[in-house]
Each structure stands twice: as structure tokens, then as C-alpha cells.
T-cell receptor, first 114, second 108 residues
């Protein structure tokens, strides 16, 4: 079956512009996660959606970052007024029930802010 | 305030067992230990997880000490395709803290 997909695979933008990153989780998975991985670093948790519950936004680094999950499926991570330090690979994962279940990761979106 | 500590890098000869250690001395009673790995330029891949009993699956074995303060991931017969960064994770609330992991290089 289809795994987690993300688009675009690469995004180059200018400092100050807004970007939207998309994640399509595995069908039927109720939990969805966003992580950020800067060059040579481990994964940094950003946000976690579980069903219809309010998302856990505690990992978002600033108010320029926001995320939505529509209809319990597709999610969009939005970064406003991008900065060079936002350059990273943004990874999305989904799991069947919650964060203790196996997380299946997408290939990531590589964001470069010039 | 990492909840896990791992060696930065390790080498292993092809065909031999790779033993990757992890310390998680502050683990709570109901927190699981998870292992994921990340092959270059790919998203992380689940390997195994456990609570207090040793676990084995088709990929690896997980040995957790009786006090649960450390664990070891064992790849019984390492292949070149096992070269990756291995992350030992203990959940923190609703979050997985991946840390920087152990970079395992399998040598021919």
C-alpha cells in the first residue's frame, strides 16, 4: 500500500516569503507528526495531531510556524516570513493510533531559504 | 535535557553482530524504549521497541537491563545496507526525542 507522501520534495525560497509543506499520511492512520532535521542533526519534534483532539504544538519553534490537518487526513505545515535558519528537511510521519505506535515516515521536504 | 545517550559512531564488520548501546537512566516506569534508523537521505525507519522484556523481530533484538536504565540493540548479522544512523528514543510526554543517534558503519 501507499506510504506517507510529502510535497514538494525540494523547496527553495527567499527570506521573508511564506511556504507551505504538504503531508499525505497513510490512509486510516489517526496520528500525524511533523519533525524538522537540520543538517547533521537529529530530528526535532514540531507538532502532533491525534484524531480530532487539539494538536500538541509544544515543539513549534516560533509563532511563524503553524500546521493544520484537514478532515483528519492531509496536513499542511506553514512557515511565514521564512528565515535562513528555517532551512532543513521537514519530515512527516503517521501512525495508526498514537505516538506509541510505529511511526511511518515520509521522504521529507528539503527547504532552503536563501 | 536528552533522555537518551548514545555513542556518536561505531564500526562493525560485515557479517558480525552489531551491538548498539543506549543509556536512558531517567526513564519512567511506563515509558517504552524505541529504536529507529535513518539511512542517508531517507526518512527514519522503525526497528523495534520494548518496555522491560527483551524483544526480537526479523530485524533486530532489543536487550533491556533489569533496572531499565540502559538497552542494547543487536543486529545479529550486519550487512552493508545496515549502515545508517540509529536512534534510541524514550518518549517525553507526547513527543519522541530523537537525539543525534549513533552512526553505524558496516565495513566489508
Amino acid at each position: 500500500g501507499a506510504g506517507v507522501s510529502q510535497s514538494p520534495s525540494n523547496k527553495v525560497t527567499e527570506k521573508g516569503k511564506d511556504v507551505e509543506l504538504r503531508c499525505d499520511p497513510i490512509s486510516g492512520h489517526t496520528a500525524l507528526y511533523w519533525y524538522r532535521q537540520s543538517l547533521g542533526q537529529g530530528l526535532e519534534f514540531l507538532i502532533y495531531f491525534q484524531g480530532n483532539s487539539a494538536p500538541d504544538k509544544s515543539g513549534l519553534p516560533s509563532d511563524r510556524f503553524s500546521a493544520e490537518r484537514t478532515g483528519g487526513s492531509v496536513s499542511t505545515l506553514t512557515i511565514q516570513r521564512t528565515q535562513q535558519e528555517d532551512s532543513a528537511v521537514y519530515l512527516c510521519a503517521s501512525s495508526l493510533w498514537g505516538f506509541t505506535d510505529t511511526q511511518y515516515f515520509g521522504p521529507g521536504t528539503r527547504l532552503t531559504v536563501l | 535535557d536528552a533522555k537518551t545517550t548514545q555513542p556518536t559512531s561505531m564500526d562493525c564488520a560485515e557479517g558480525r553482530a552489531a551491538n548498539l548501546p543506549c543509556n536512558h537512566s531517567t526513564i519512567s516506569g511506563n515509558e517504552y524504549v524505541y529504536w529507529y534508523r535513518q539511512i542517508h537521505s531517507q526518512g527514519p525507519q522503525y526497528i523495534i521497541h520494548g518496555l522491560k522484556n527483551n524483544e526480537t523481530n526479523e530485524m533486530a533484538s532489543l536487550i533491556i537491563t533489569e533496572d531499565r536504565k540502559s538497552s542494547t540493540l543487536i543486529l545479529p548479522h550486519a550487512t552493508l545496507r545496515d549502515t545508517a544512523v540509529y536512534y534510541c528514543i524514550v518518549s517525553r510526554g507526547n513527543q519522541f526525542y530523537f537525539g543525534t543517534g549513533t552512526s553505524l558503519t558496516v565495513i566489508p
